[in-house]
């Protein structure tokens, strides 16, 4: 990182004298003409804007600080704003002889008031009066209002009396809160100090207790709005958790209790030791800097930190890859680990509030609400630890230096009772660190503890998230440590890996606990039977210990640090390479449910024999799902659970007797015999059914149930008469529609169908695609919509529409639309996303699987589509899926004979025009961006 500037002075930027001067001169030289005047004042004032901000804009990319940067904006602003008010009041609109009424002071409120600015922050001011408004008085604030939306400034402002101020502020919090922090710009002095006197008098005294519970209750519902994790991998740097407004709360509540000058940018926080106040100004130089980089980088007040910015703001403040180690990782760990910080910080300023009795103490662990119980101490049965106002403390840092294993057993038995840490335990904790030595990692009796806290805790995921918090879970369990506030730069992960992983054992404690019966029913079953629960949890919570560049990939590197990780732990060796295999195959079963055709009797047989046991198989059935369920909001959804199921049913009939031929053999027969019913029912109606059944090929009828039959026979009967037919309906079960054609079978067909389907703004999850030996075609597509729901969920005429213009493309008609540009486009920019091509010839009995890796966009399936169908393959199945910025595809394709593709001829332009194909999208938006940048720069803006 650049090293630190030395503080420049303010009058080196703006020099507040010349300026003066220098409106002084254009007012005098333009007298007369009040229009031409202002146009020189307004000159004059944006050139002494820009300078400033470009000023402190080059320092802070020299490695000037976050408060030094935001300090000089104020302070530049301050200039301007002053100096604007003084033309105004000297030579535009001069009250020669002002009355008493006509006293006017112009005073910074909010986040200006503190003296702290970002780049492109509104403007808060607050024009004070001592009564009602003049003629005088409001010419002067209509005539600096629109001279500061002329500057550019997007102005907050208020124009009240003293009277009003305190009337308004005892009413409403957030007034309340802006004037706390108000400080005067220039005008009458005396109108300022009465507001502060007033304020204090008759607004703060006694009511510091109702204060901390507004600003408190605000933060929670503007944490939830934002994103109630403060380890969302796109965090908000203002509003979210561990962001800046969580340390301005803090500082708001020190205010109001403790009136003080702030010191370099910072209020005295006297609830806070030596230690911790280093730590918030770290934190609040660090969020302050970032947020600078990100308004100059984006010239508007973005405050959101988005994976197309997150390379720039890396870059900006100085980080750069390390072998393996990306710059924007290094940079997104260090922020997290300030967010982290943050979060340790307000959880010991809360306590101490409560010690203080301005905050009452919690009912449980964690709860930050007050609750109006007084505080209590008393010892417990466990040596050295008490409980003091619903907290766990311990009677000093010696408990742990007598015995290390107390580290443990503070969180054991925070969880045990239900309580939340002192604030007093927390620190001496994460001041005890050096305490937890090789050989504490090594003692049995630690290993039981921590193992009793994860596999047979009453809230694992909490008590773990404190443990991660204190640091003493990444110091126990250094494999863990490794991953604390890594980021995976990528868009399907919602949040960072140890956060990821601590939600993770959350959900398996939920599922063991019978609390997601409904959702995951299968899961809740399995898990009584389940005789090796510690090894599924330590499993969950060392999946993911191989990210982060270690040698051998994310699954080898992954089992490796669980088997060192569970030796230390002293387990049998039958249980360490329980959880090493379940490491190193936590993804299989993911990948074989949706990336593989599992009515395939290979599919099954192959997987069977990766998983060998029937307890291994229901181990890594709960890890999938809980693995799944905490990427983030909205990936998990009923489609992945049915496939997933699919899978565990053919695999468990496997286990209970036969081979994958044989269960798969079974489910053929009955298909036949439903199919058998179905056409009984239909000949009547239309005797074609009957050939229609018998036409149709083995494999149809192994993945399919009686009422899906019913319903596909009758589509293709009326295809037979139309030429093509098409219909969909709504499968709540797989939170997907289920769309169905049937058409006379022909080159490209498939492709013509999903650029219809793309051109609706559908989003493909699967598909089935069938030949009977009449030659008609049945195709059946899953689909979803844009934001994860069945497509026409919400729209009863979608899936008619859709069905309509799938007859149309089955015909061969060209789409009525153009398939809808990508969302979030210069997002994905961000990521360097290599496309892989990968054909196998082994894992399927009857076809080649073609699977295809790339950069997701619109017209992707398609483009994919066209290019098989170039080679003279048919698909016989397609798997659809997407990780973030990535598409995921996997074809079962067949030669014109229906063979195999095995000829290295064939298979190597194969591979070349796929790439092709994949690459497409990137080469388009290459193309695309050259040609804006030799557009004119007012096009380019």
């Known amino acids: 990182m650049p090293p630190r500037l030395k503080p420049t002075r303010l009058e080196y930027v703006v020099d507040g004298v010349r300026l003066r001067a220098q409106l002084s001169a254009a007012a005098l030289d333009a007298a007369g003409d009040e229009a031409e005047q202002r146009r020189r004042a307004l000159e004059i004032l944006k050139q002494a804007l820009f300078r400033g901000r470009m000023i402190a804009k080059e320092r802070l990319e020299n490695g000037a600080g976050g408060i030094e940067t935001a300090r000089l904006l104020s302070g530049v602003t301050d200039e301007v704003v002053t100096a604007l008010y003084d033309f105004t009041t000297v030579h535009m609109i001069r009250a020669r002889n002002p009355t008493e009424g006509e006293r006017l002071c112009l005073m910074a409120v909010g986040g200006y008031g503190r003296g702290t600015l970002a780049p492109f922050s509104d403007l808060d001011l607050l024009f004070l009066r001592p009564y009602k408004q003049t003629a005088h008085v409001e010419s002067v604030i209509e005539y600096m209002l629109y001279a500061l939306w002329d500057l550019g400034f997007k102005v907050g402002h208020a124009s009240r009396t003293v009277d009003e101020c305190v009337k308004l502020a005892r009413e409403d919090f957030t007034i309340r809160t802006s004037i706390l922090e108000s400080r005067r710009l220039t005008g009458d002095e005396a109108l300022a100090q009465e507001l502060k006197t007033r304020f204090r008098s008759e607004v703060v005294k006694g009511t510091g207790a109702e204060f901390v519970a507004a600003k408190l209750k605000e933060r929670d519902e503007r944490q939830a709005r934002a994103g109630a994790s403060r380890y969302m991998v796109e965090p908000n ?165 007598a015995d290390p294993l107390n580290l443990l057993r503070l969180f054991q038995i925070a969880d045990r009772r239900n309580l939340d840490l002192h604030p007093d335990a927390f620190t001496a904790a994460t001041r005890s660190l050096g305490l937890i030595s090789s050989k504490m990692r090594r003692d049995p009796k630690a290993a039981k503890i921590f193992l009793d806290i994860l596999a047979g805790g009453r809230d694992p995921q909490r008590t773990l998230t404190l443990m991660t918090e204190a640091g003493v879970l990444g110091r126990y369990l250094p494999e863990f440590g490794r991953i604390v506030a890594q980021m995976q730069f990528n868009m399907y992960h919602s949040y960072t890996v140890d956060e990821h992983t601590l939600r993770a054992v959350g959900v398996i404690a939920d599922i063991a606990g019978g609390r997601m019966a409904d959702e995951h029913p299968l899961a809740t079953s399995l898990m009584p039977q389940i005789q090796e629960k510690d090894v599924l949890f330590l499993a969950m919570l060392l999946h993911d210990t191989g990210k982060g560049g270690l040698a051998g990939g994310q699954e080898k590197a992954g089992a490796r640090s669980a ?64 693995d799944i369920r905490a990427v983030g909001p909205g990936v998990w959804n009923g489609w992945k659970g049915q496939l997933l199921r699919d899978l565990y049913a053919s695999a468990s009939a496997v286990f209970r007797g036969g081979r994958a031929n044989d269960a798969v053999a079974v489910v053929r027969q009955r298909q036949a015999f439903a199919a058998a019913e179905i056409r009984a029912r239909l000949t009547e109606a239309d005797p074609a059914a009957v050939a229609w059944g018998e036409a149709m090929e083995d494999a149809y009828f192994t993945g399919f149930g009686q009422d899906e039959i019913a319903i596909h026979a009758a589509v293709s009967q009326r295809a037979h008469a139309e030429g093509a037919a098409a219909m969909g309906y709504v499968r709540e079960d797989l939170n997907a529609a289920e769309l169905v054609v049937a058409a006379k079978d022909r080159t490209r067909l498939f492709a013509d169908l999903t650029k219809a389907i793309t051109a609706s703004g559908a989003s493909v999850l699967g598909a089935r695609v069938f030949t009977s030996r009449q030659g008609q075609a049945l195709d059946v597509f899953y689909l979803q919509d844009i934001t994860g729901q069945p497509f026409g969920h919400d729209n009863p005429s979608a899936l008619p529409r859709l069905a309509e213009a799938l007859e149309a493309a089955a015909r061969g008609e060209p789409p009525a639309g153009e398939a809808p540009r990508a969302a979030g486009e210069a997002r994905t920019a961000a990521f360097a996303i290599k496309s892989t091509v990968l054909i196998d010839n082994e894992a399927s009995e009857s076809a080649t699987i073609v699977e295809a890796s790339g950069r997701d966009r619109p017209g992707l399936l398609t483009a994919l589509a066209n290019t098989l169908a170039d080679a003279g393959l048919s698909i016989t199945s397609a798997h659809i899926d997407s990780y973030g910025e990535r598409a995921v595809d996997a074809f079962y394709v067949t030669d014109a004979a229906g063979w195999k593709v095995t000829q290295t001829k064939a298979l190597t332009p194969l591979k070349t025009a796929l790439l092709a194909a994949l690459n497409e999208g990137d080469a388009a938006r290459i193309r695309k961006n050259a040609r804006l940048q030799r557009a004119p720069a007012s096009i380019a803006r």
């Open 237 to 401: 740097v203002k509003e979210g958790k561990g962001g800046l407004r969580d340390l301005n709360t803090l500082f708001w509540i020190a205010e109001y209790l403790n009136p003080s000058q702030p010191v370099d940018g910072v209020p005295q926080l006297e609830m806070f030791e030596g230690r911790e106040i280093r730590a918030f100004i770290r934190a609040f130089d660090f969020l302050w800097a970032v947020r600078a980089h990100l308004h100059f980088a984006t010239g508007r007040p973005e405050e959101r930190l988005t994976f197309d910015l997150q390379p720039e703001i890396a870059q900006r403040m100085g980080y750069g890859d390390r072998a393996d180690n990306p710059a924007v990782e290094r940079f997104m760990r260090r922020y997290f680990l300030i967010a982290k910080e943050v979060g340790a910080l307000t959880r010991v300023f809360a306590a101490k509030l409560e010690s203080e009795r301005v905050k009452s103490a919690p009912r449980g662990i964690s709860r930050l609400f007050p609750g109006g119980r007084k505080s209590t101490r008393k010892p417990l049965d466990v040596a050295g630890f008490i409980e003091e106002g619903g907290r766990l403390d311990v009677a000093g840092p010696e408990v742990f230096e």
């Open 563 to 626: 088997r060192a990780a569970c030796e230390r732990l002293g387990l049998p060796r039958a249980r360490i390479d329980l959880v090493a295999w379940l490491v190193e195959h936590h993804l299989e079963m993911s990948d074989y449910a949706q990336k593989r055709d599992i009515s395939d009797p290979r599919t099954v047989a192959d997987f069977v024999r990766m998983v060998q046991t029937p307890e291994r198989l229901r181990l890594l059935l709960v890890l999938t799902v809980a």
